[in-house]
C-alpha cells in the first residue's frame, strides 16, 4: 500500500510539473485585463508562461479583436522561482525598448531597471478632446531611472522618476510642424506624481504643474504662441481654450480638475 501511494504521490507530481512546466502564455491575457481593469491585454500570445512574447493592445470588447496600442511584440524569460515568492524576468522589445527591462523582487514588491519605452503619438487621440481633434504627431518617449513598485490592497505605489518626452509635434489643425519639444517630468511618491510641463523649443509654448493622485489628474498650465507666430496659431490656440491678456499677450489656460 505505502508503495502504491509512493507511485500514485510521485505520477501527481511528475503531472503538476509538467503543466507547470508548459503554461500556455495565452493564460496571460485573462490576468493583464483583471491587473488593468480591463484596459489592456496580450494579443497573439506565444510560448510558455516562463519564455514567450505577445504584443500590448486594448482589451476588446464582446467578440471584439485586439488592437495593438505598442509597437513590436514583448517578449520574457520569468524565472520559476516566482512559485516561491521570487519575482526574476527580462523583458525585451527591439521595436519599443530602448534595452531589455529587469524586474525582480517578490510577489508584492518589484524592482524595474531604468529604461526607455517608445510610444505612438497617435495613441494620444483616445484620451478625448481636444487631443482627438488636434490629432497630434511626433515622436514620444518614456523613460524612468529605477522605479520601486509595491502593492498596496487593490493599488499600487511607485517611487521613483518618468519623463514623458515629446520631440517634435505637430497637429494637423496647424501648418506649423513640427510645433515643439516638449517634457512631462513626474516625481512619484507612492500613489501620487507631482508633474512639471515645459516646453524644450519650438512655436507652441506649454509649461505648467500639476499632480496625478489615485488616477485622477490635477493640472494648471498654460499655452502661448512664441513670438512671430501668434496669428499661424491663433485657430490652434482657439481649440485649447479662452484666451486671456497677460503682459501684452495672448495666454490660453490649461485647467484640469
Known amino acids: 500500500m505505502k508503495r502504491a501511494l509512493l507511485w500514485i504521490g510521485l ?94 523582487g517578490s510577489w508584492s514588491q518589484w524592482q524595474v531597471s531604468a529604461g526607455e519605452l ?38 499600487v505605489a511607485v517611487q521613483g522618476r518618468t519623463v514623458l518626452s515629446l520631440t517634435d509635434m505637430g497637429s494637423r489643425m496647424s501648418p506649423v510642424k513640427p510645433l515643439g519639444s516638449y517634457e512631462v517630468a513626474m516625481d512619484w511618491r507612492g500613489q501620487q506624481a507631482d508633474l512639471a510641463l515645459r516646453t524644450v523649443r519650438g512655436a507652441l509654448l506649454l509649461s505648467g504643474s500639476g499632480t496625478l493622485q489615485n488616477g485622477r489628474l490635477r493640472f494648471s498650465g498654460q499655452a502661448q504662441a512664441a513670438d512671430g507666430y501668434e496669428d499661424t496659431l491663433g485657430n490652434l490656440l482657439n481649440l485649447l481654450g479662452q484666451r486671456r491678456m497677460v503682459n501684452g499677450k495672448n495666454i490660453i489656460a490649461l485647467e484640469f480638475r
Open 118 to 155: 517608445l510610444l505612438p503619438a497617435e495613441g494620444l487621440a483616445g484620451l478625448g478632446a481636444p487631443l482627438n481633434t488636434l490629432a497630434p504627431s511626433g515622436t514620444i518617449k518614456l523613460s524612468w531611472n529605477l522605479l520601486d513598485i509595491a502593492r498596496q490592497g487593490q493599488t
Open 11 to 104: 505520477t501527481v507530481l511528475a503531472v503538476a510539473v509538467t503543466v507547470l512546466l508548459f503554461l500556455p502564455a495565452a493564460w496571460l491575457g485573462p490576468m493583464v485585463e483583471r491587473q488593468t481593469g480591463g484596459r489592456l491585454t496580450l494579443g497573439d500570445a506565444q510560448g510558455t508562461l516562463w519564455r514567450g512574447s505577445a504584443f500590448v493592445g486594448g482589451a476588446p470588447g464582446e467578440g471584439g479583436s485586439v488592437t495593438p496600442l505598442l509597437p513590436g511584440r514583448f517578449s520574457w524569460r520569468l524565472s520559476p522561482l516566482v512559485l516561491f515568492g521570487q519575482v526574476s524576468m527580462d523583458l525585451a522589445n527591439d521595436k519599443a525598448l530602448a534595452q531589455p527591462v529587469r524586474i525582480s
